[in-house]
């Protein structure tokens, strides 16, 4: 890949970033702490909370396998998409890939950040050589976004032909594992960990929203190499994670195996709402799925959505995205609430 200088934004590659309070003492033990205007009452909350979330990060670490040097935690993966544009791309000038249809924030975040969009159509089946992803860059390309499994699909996109796309590619290439723990297949965490020593290409995003249960709190994390994550952190806001944030977030890190059997409670759940769909009368087509969603073809996408919405439940249309013409979006709930949507179409 190209100098991580030639990545970065000349202006981002200079800037002195903003000095906190505590960032200026270290290596000392302090108890008495008047540098940074904050209340002496109201404890703990009234102390600015770890700008680099290290111990957050160190059980990351043990949990994940990624070393703490190269994570980046922010508010929900959405700060790390946003990141990515306005550490790498110069508005107006550069260009970013992506596959259609994915996660809409990729785009959204083009936008706001003035950067030119281009989309690389998935096949049929959902999927997409390396090569067709590399005949839409040029010179000004300096990100491809991947989400896999991807949103709102479901499915892996090719292992293979991400690995040739990272490796082909001259600038970054950001995997999103939002669903990688609903996956059969394993994390590009791993793959990018082999090439420690030289600047990675790869970034990988993952979020406590999905598996782990939190949206609420907001903690998306990105791992790269040392080099890439040091830019990200001098980009963000200093406190980008808040004090609440991060001490739920380590309770639940601490507890990973009953993570564990979340995830096992909804897959057993996908599979049967997978076999239920195809059975049903109004369902054409159920695609295949490695998250904790599926999308489903019925017969009349819209007339079916507003018939649960008028029975208070909530799926979402996917209608209008390219290639999903007829679909529905089924976000696998609880038991209860799974026969509740399957009776309700049962009824159709
Ligand atoms: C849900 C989702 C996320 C999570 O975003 P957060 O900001 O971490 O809640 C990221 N990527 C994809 C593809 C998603 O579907």
């Not at 190269?70 to 992506?98: H, M, Q, T, W």
């Not at 001098?234 to 993570?259: I, M």
Request: proline share 4%; charged share 25%; glycine share 4%.
């Amino acid at each position: 890949m190209k100098s991580l200088q030639e990545l970065v934004r000349p202006n981002i590659w200079s800037l002195a970033p903003y000095s906190s309070a505590r960032n200026e003492y270290s290596g000392h033990v302090a108890h008495v702490f008047l540098d940074a205007n904050e209340n002496p009452f109201n404890q703990p909350y009234n102390r600015y909370p770890d700008p680099l979330q290290e111990e957050v990060k160190a059980q990351i670490e043990k949990v994940k396998g990624v070393p703490a040097e190269c994570i980046f935690l922010g508010n929900g993966s959405d700060e790390a998409i946003d990141l990515v544009y306005r550490c790498f791309c110069e508005p107006k000038k550069e260009n970013v890939v992506a596959i259609c249809p994915t996660y809409g924030m990729y785009e959204v975040c083009a936008d706001i950040n003035d950067v030119e969009y281009r989309n690389v159509m998935l096949d049929e089946n959902f999927q997409i050589t390396a090569e067709k992803i590399l005949e839409a860059t040029d010179a000004n390309t300096k990100a491809i976004w991947i989400c896999s499994p991807n949103n709102p699909t479901g499915n892996n996109i090719n292992r293979d032909e991400i690995i040739k796309v990272i490796e082909s590619f001259e600038g970054f290439v950001i995997v999103d594992e939002a669903y990688i723990d609903f996956s059969s297949e394993p994390s590009f965490s791993r793959v990018f960990q082999n090439m420690q020593g030289k600047v990675s290409n790869l970034i990988v995003l993952q979020t406590m929203s999905k598996a782990w249960g939190s949206a609420a709190i907001r903690l998306g994390m990105a791992f790269a190499s040392k080099e890439v994550i040091d830019i990200f952190n001098k980009v963000k806001y200093p406190y980008n994670v808040n004090q609440l944030t991060q001490e739920q977030a380590l309770k639940r890190l601490n507890d990973s195996y009953g993570v564990e059997q979340w995830v096992n409670i909804l897959l057993q759940e996908r599979g049967r709402m997978l076999r239920a769909f195809a059975e049903l009368p109004v369902c054409e087509k159920v695609y295949p799925t490695d998250a904790n969603f599926f999308l489903a073809r019925v017969t009349d996408a819209t007339g079916i959505y507003n018939y649960l919405v008028e029975k208070g439940i909530i799926v979402r249309n996917r209608h209008r995205i390219a290639l999903c013409q007829n679909c529905l979006r089924v976000t696998i709930g609880t038991k209860d609430e799974n026969n509740e949507l399957l009776g309700a179409l049962r009824q159709l």
